[in-house]
C-alpha cells in the first residue's frame, strides 16, 4: 500500500475527547475513526489488524472441532422473551419486534434444535466472529469498551457434564494459544456468570493499567479470582494474592441447561429417553483485542505491533527528491509485493523527520529506508520498531530473505 494513496493518515492532532492510550495512538495514527461514543469505523491499518487476529482465531477454533457459521444482528424479540433477557438494559430494540443481537444463545439454541434429535448427532461447536451491540453505560476507553464491537463467540452442546468439561477444558487451552499468539500474556481469573449462567465463568485478563477489571492474581500458580468473588487466599493453592488490574479479552461459561430448558432442547439417549443438552460458551472480544494490544506494545513515540498482528511486515520509506532513489525504493515495493511481503510504502514528498515519526508512530516491526545516503553505502538501512540498531544491507539479500 503505497502511503501517499491511503485512507490510513496519520495526524499530529490529538482529539479533545480522547480518553486513553489506545483510542489516541490507534486514531492518531490512522487504524480507526471515531463516529459516536464506542462507534468506529475501520480505517485500512486497522481493518488489517483485525483481519490478522481474525486469522487466529480462526485457526485456533477450527483447531478444536468449531464449525464457523454467521448468524444475524438482528434478532427476534420473541426469542429473548423465552430466556427472560428481553428487558437487559443494555439491549438495543429497533423496532418492537427485534433486538440488535448483544450475545447470541437465543439464536444458537433453536438453531441446534433443528440438528439434534439423538445422541448420535452430538457433541459438536460452532462459532462465529461477529459485530454485536450493547447500549453500555460507560462506553469509554476507546475500542476496549465499544457499544458497537467485534465478538467470536463459541457455543458447545453435549450429553453429558464430564463431556462439556472435556471440551471446557480444550477451548481453555485454546483460548491460552489465541492471546499468545496476539502478543499478549493473559491470566485465567474466576469469576461471576453475570447475565448468563449461576455457574462459575473463566475470564482472560491481559494486565493493563488501562483494564476495568480489578482482579486478584496468586502469587503462586498465577490463577486469578475477580475481586466480586471476595477472597483473601488463592482457593486453589492457598497462595497469596495479588490485586492489579486487568482487560477482559475473553470470557468462557458452563452453561448447564438454562437455554436448553428454555428452548426445550433435548435429545435421546441410548435408552430413547429424552434428556436435556449442556451447553457451554466461548466468548473473545476481538475489537478489544486490538485495543489491548495497543494499551501493552507502544512507548512514547507510538505503536509497536506484534510480528502477528501488524498491519503490515515493513514499512518501506524512500527519502529525498534524488531519481535514483525514488527508482530504487519503487524496485523494491514491487520485488517485496512479488513475493507476497505486506509493505506499507511511503513515497510522499515530506521531509525525513516526519517519515520517521510517522513509521514510528503506526509501529510496523521492520522499518527499511531507502535514500541517496544507504545507496552510496551499499544498498538500505533496515531497522526494527522495538530495537535501536540500524544496519545496511543489499537489496537483493533482504529479497532472498
Ligand atoms: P465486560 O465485563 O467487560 O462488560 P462482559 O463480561 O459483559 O464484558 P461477555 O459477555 O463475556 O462480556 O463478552 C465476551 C467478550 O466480549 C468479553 O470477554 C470482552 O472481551 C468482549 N466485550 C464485551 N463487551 C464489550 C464491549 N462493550 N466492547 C468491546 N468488547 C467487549
Ligand atoms: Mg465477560
Known amino acids: 500500500m503505497k502511503l501517499s494513496q491511503s485512507l490510513s493518515q496519520t495526524s499530529k492532532t490529538v482529539a479533545h475527547d480522547t480518553d486513553s492510550i489506545n483510542a489516541k495512538l490507534l486514531t492518531q495514527a490512522g487504524f480507526v475513526k471515531k463516529e459516536a461514543a464506542g462507534v468506529y469505523s475501520y480505517l485500512p491499518f486497522g481493518r488489517r489488524v483485525l483481519a490478522k487476529i481474525e486469522g487466529i482465531i480462526r485457526e485456533e477454533m477450527n483447531a478444536i472441532g468449531g ?10 424479540l420473541e426469542n429473548w422473551k423465552k ?13 418492537e419486534k427485534t433486538v440488535l443481537g448483544w450475545s447470541h444463545e437465543e439464536i444458537i439454541t433453536p438453531l441446534a434444535k433443528q440438528r439434534v434429535k439423538s445422541y448420535r448427532d452430538l457433541p459438536f461447536a460452532a462459532y462465529q466472529i461477529q459485530t454485536k451491540f450493547r447500549n453500555e453505560p460507560r462506553a469509554k476507553s476507546g475500542l476496549l469498551r465499544g457499544r458497537e464491537f467485534l465478538m467470536k463467540d463459541l457455543y458447545s452442546f453435549h450429553t453429558t457434564q464430564e463431556d462439556l468439561a472435556e471440551y471446557y477444558e480444550r477451548a481453555k487451552q485454546s483460548y491460552f494459544k489465541v492471546f499468545e499468539r496476539c502478543g499478549l500474556k493473559s491470566f485465567l481469573v474466576a469469576a461471576g456468570g453475570g447475565d448468563f449462567t449461576e455457574n462459575i465463568s473463566h475470564e482472560f485478563q491481559v494486565l493493563t493499567e488501562a483494564g476495568e477489571d480489578r482482579i486478584k492474581i496468586c502469587e503462586k500458580c498465577e490463577l486469578g479470582w475477580n475481586v466480586e468473588l471476595n477472597i483473601s487466599k488463592c482457593e486453589k493453592c492457598g497462595g497469596e494474592l495479588r490485586e492489579t488490574k486487568g482487560s477482559e479479552v475473553g470470557n468462557i461459561f458452563d452453561l448447564g441447561t438454562k437455554y436448553s430448558d428454555a428452548f426445550d432442547l ?8 429424552q434428556q436435556k443438552v449442556l451447553m457451554g ?31 503490515f511486515q515493513i514499512h518501506l520509506i524512500s527519502l529525498g527528491k534524488d531519481e535514483d532513489v525514488k527508482k530504487e525504493a519503487e524496485r523494491i515495493y514491487k520485488k517485496l509485493r512479488e513475493r507476497n511481503v505486506e509493505v506499507l510504502f511511503d513515497e510522499r514528498n515530506c521531509g525525513a523527520g516526519e517519515k520517521f515519526a510517522d513509521a514510528d508512530l503506526i509501529g510496523i516491526p521492520l522499518r527499511i529506508v531507502v535514500s541517496s545516503k544507504t545507496l552510496e553505502k551499499g544498498g538500505m538501512e533496515i531497522k526494527k520498531r522495538n530495537s535501536e540498531k540500524v544496519k545496511i544491507v543489499k537489496a537483493d539479500e533482504i529479497l532472498k530473505k
Do not use: H
Not at 464449525?67 to 427476534?76: K, N, S, V
Not at 433435548?266 to 429417553?273: I, P
Open 67 to 76: 464449525q464457523e457459521i454467521l448468524m444475524p444482528a438482528l434478532t427476534p
Open 83 to 95: 430466556t427472560g433477557r428481553d428487558n437487559v438494559e443494555i439491549a438495543f430494540k429497533p423496532t
Open 266 to 273: 433435548n435429545f435421546a439417549n441410548k435408552e430413547g429417553k
Open 281 to 311: 460458551c466461548y466468548g473473545i472480544g476481538v475489537s478489544r483485542l486490538v485495543a489491548t494490544i495497543a494499551e501493552v506494545w507502544n512507548d512514547e513515540k507510538g505503536l509497536i505491533w506484534p510480528e502477528s498482528v501488524a498491519p
